[in-house]
């Protein structure tokens, strides 16, 4: 179980303090899938990586199975949305790092990097360069390095915001199979409110500046899921309306409201990046 | 001014003369001598001053100001340090190309992309570790580029170095006697030579090695 009290982060911009995240509360049952989506720079990045250890918060505790996390650890680990794979590996070796990080035997790295590597179907490829490799595969390539350190939290930070829809897909539903044979507990970080609803059992919407949890949306559908599914249409929409309100906030920040005023209300679209980015 | 043509004769006559391959064996022994000292120290140097704060502080200034040093500047020192002799050709060579390998392994070190370093983090790699297995491989592509500059500016004090030192076998003892005797041709025939084996050696060695890591490393 990860549990997160009062969880604040702040940067300083010469000298200048602000709260990127803010008073977060949030408690993530074990086995359980979570989405967290919000516009570009809400904080989503910051709240996985002080999950991940990477940052401390500057108030508040994170504690999974009710102990205090004190920096990164083998039961956490990140998938990033650029692929983060180390170029001077070799697929297979990619795969093998935290494991060989964690000093086990050669003939264990082998062994499990080969099981995860069949699990995302991309055993014929152990061997290659990941500069080798498309998008999707390297995505691929970093959820079984993620899985091979066996965590019992995967955090997910927009792996497949640089894809194309129908990779995107395909990995939607790999995921989800993976999720359900390996029973991990996942944060799963996107800007995309359909990809959201497509995959978890709670989505919670974030404001922007300073990030905060706005609202969060139980969904109780069966998998494997449509994204065009009526029910799933339904709150899409209904967490779509709840962000309009902090994209438009987004674009008055970023000094792109004339353009609101000149075309009237933002519009959002379905994947809720809004137009600003 | 000689004809193209005759220059051209003259360098062929040239690579079939025993004593002037001689004399250009002399001079690639030289550079390989310092250029091998330019891949241990600088990249010795360059992974401390990457590595260490303190030492970077302290050393990095140092390190730039060696980089900024033209080569041939070196060869008045080495002369007073070892003499007229191919020590001080050697030492001109080490200190006229070490710098751009140190500033460049150093930066390559400091400027590891900050998601290669996350992720390897959370998979629990630290301290030496982190650095062998993520931050010197990482820094890969930077400590290539600085070598590949080192070469061209080891080749130039190289040749500062033999056409001051003078007395010593070599290319730039050959390029002082033509001079000396005003043969045009000849001379112009061995510039022609000394350009040519080093633009050889960058395109069949260093910009092949440069490509095949940018292009793996993704840095292209
Ligand atoms: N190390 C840092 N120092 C200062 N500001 C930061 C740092 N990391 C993130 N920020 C700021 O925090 C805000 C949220 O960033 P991030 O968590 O990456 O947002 P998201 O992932 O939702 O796009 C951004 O405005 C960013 O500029
Ligand atoms: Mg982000």
């Known amino acids: 179980m990860v549990v997160l009290e009062r969880v604040t982060k702040q940067f300083s911009h010469n000298g200048n303090k602000t709260d990127v995240v803010s008073d977060i509360d949030l408690t993530i049952a074990e086995g359980e899938f979570v989405c967290l989506v919000g516009p570009s720079g809400c904080g989503k990045s910051t709240l996985i990586y002080l999950i991940a250890g990477l940052e401390k918060p500057s108030a508040g505790r994170i504690l999974i199975d009710g102990t205090p996390i004190t920096g ?13 794979l180390f170029p001077w590996l070799t697929v297979q070796q990619n795969v093998e790092f935290g494991l060989k990080m964690a000093g086990a035997p050669k003939a264990e790295q082998t062994k499990k990097a080969g099981h995860y590597l069949r699990m995302v179907h991309l ?49 939607h539903e790999e995921l989800i199979e993976i999720w359900r044979e390996t029973k991990k507990t996942i944060l799963f970080v996107t800007h995309n409110v359909r990809e959201a609803t497509v995959l978890a059992d709670r989505v919670f919407t974030m404001t922007a500046r300073p990030g905060r949890l706005k609202k969060g949306y139980a969904i109780h559908l069966q998998r494997p899921r ?12 209904r967490i779509l309306l709840g962000l309009q309100e902090e994209i438009a906030k987004v674009v008055k920040d970023e000094g792109l409201d004339y353009l609101v005023k000149k075309t009237g209300p933002v519009a959002v679209g379905a994947d809720g990046s809004g137009g600003a980015r | ?21 001689f004399a250009v064996a002399s001079s690639l022994r030289r550079m390989m001598i310092g250029f091998t000292g330019v891949v241990i120290i600088g990249i010795g140097t360059g992974l401390l001053l990457g590595r260490f704060r303190f030492l ?3 050393l990095g200034t140092l390190a730039i100001a060696l980089h900024a040093m033209p080569g041939a500047a070196w060869v008045p020192l080495a002369i007073v340090l070892f003499g007229l002799n191919e020590s001080a050709v050697i030492f001109t060579v080490l200190l006229g190309a070490a710098g751009i390998v140190m500033v460049n392994t150093s930066s390559g070190v400091k400027e590891v992309p900050p998601l290669v370093l996350r992720a390897a983090k959370t998979m629990g790699a630290r301290g030496a570790t982190l650095f062998w297995h993520v931050i010197v491989p990482a ?27 003078g007395s010593i076998q070599g290319m730039g003892r050959l390029l002082n006697d033509v001079a000396k005797q005003r043969q045009m041709p000849q001379l112009l ?32």
């Open chain 1, 226 to 237: 449509r994204e065009s599914d009526p029910h799933l249409v339904v709150v899409q929409q």
């Open chain 2, 139 to 165: 820094a890969i592509p930077r400590i290539v580029d600085g070598l590949r500059l080192a070469w061209a500016f080891g080749w130039r004090a190289l040749m500062a170095g033999e056409l001051m030192v």
């Open chain 2, 1 to 21: 001014m000689p004809s193209p043509l005759m220059i051209g004769r003259l360098v062929v006559t040239n690579m079939t003369d025993a004593a002037f391959l």
């Open chain 1, 72 to 84: 990164p650890g083998r039961d956490r680990v990140v998938v990033f949305q650029e692929s983060a």
């Open chain 2, 189 to 220: 025939a061995f510039m022609v030579i000394i350009a040519t084996i080093s633009v050889a050696i960058d395109t069949l060695i260093f910009k092949r090695v440069e490509k095949m890591v940018k292009s793996k490393w993704g840095t292209a």
């Open chain 2, 56 to 58: 970077d502080d302290v």
């Open chain 1, 123 to 171: 055993s014929r490829f152990s061997g290659a360069y990941p500069y080798q490799l498309s998008g999707g595969m390297k995505q691929r390539v970093a959820i079984a390095r993620a899985l091979a350190m066996d965590p019992k939290i995967l955090l997910m930070d927009e792996p497949f915001a640089a894809l194309d829809a129908q990779t995107r897909h395909l990995l």
